[in-house]
């Protein structure tokens, strides 16, 4: 492993395997770069050489996730990996650490909330085929910091909320043609540059009728998108 990692599953030898983890009122902290605070699905390396990768699948209830250092992910599911999680609170506090990253790995979030500090750090953050689904409150403070980003992957919002206060700091962004966002929670942003929601590339966003958006920031339109 290049960084250390508070809690690593599905992370296996060369023969690649399908772990458990559950964790209940659980307070992991991780302080170094790169150092996540939970991941699941991985790949093994030997020097420098990719040994197989595997999945891992994740529970976590009424637990507390947070990462100091930066590059560190509060939650990393990767390589079809799943976490599934009930009023657990994911935080992180420097730079490029998201709250919770899926890339071609399944996440859902019932309850509980994400907050991130950091520039360029992601509330939710998916891509490569990624699915979440979370009804968790959200929060980013840093710049370019979005709330939830879907990067050909699909997120879909049933309750919490969305909320950024950072320069550039959207609340919503899904950008690729395979991208997703359904969302029925309300949206606030108060950074300059600040959009609400933002689609590119030919990305398909769903407003409910329980969604709402509202910025207050200089330059910040409230809906965006180019093809």
């Known amino acids: 492993v290049a960084y250390g990692r508070g809690i690593i599953y599905g992370r296996a030898p060369v023969a690649p395997t399908i772990s458990e983890l559950n964790l209940s009122s659980v307070e992991v902290s991780t302080s170094g770069l790169g150092s996540h605070g939970v991941v699941a699905g991985g790949e093994y390396i030997v020097h420098g050489i990719s ?3 595997s999945a ?9 996730i947070t990462t100091l250092g930066g590059k560190a992910n509060a939650a990393q599911v990767a390589f079809g990996g799943t976490l599934t999680s009930t009023n657990t609170t994911y935080s992180t506090a420097s730079d490029e650490a998201n709250g919770v990253s899926a890339d071609n790995g399944k996440v859902t ?27 968790a409150v959200i ?17 879909t919002l049933t309750g919490g909320s969305v909320t950024t206060s950072g320069s550039s700091g959207i609340g919503l962004v899904a950008a690729g043609e395979n991208s997703r966002i359904i969302s029925n929670v309300a949206v606030t942003t108060s950074g300059e540059w600040a959009s609400g929601l933002v689609a590119d590339d030919k990305a398909t966003v769903v407003l409910s009728d329980m969604a709402s958006i509202n910025t207050s920031g200089h330059w910040a339109a409230g809906v965006s998108g180019s093809f």
């Open 139 to 155: 929060t980013t403070d840093g710049a370019v910091s979005r709330g939830v980003y879907a990067q050909n992957a699909s997120i």
């Open 51 to 53: 040994q197989g990768t």
């Open 56 to 64: 891992g699948n994740a529970t976590l209830t009424d637990t507390v």
């Open 109 to 135: 979030l019932i309850g509980g909330s994400i907050t991130t500090q950091g520039n360029w750090s992601n509330g939710l953050w998916a891509q490569n085929g990624a699915e979440i689904n979370s009804s």
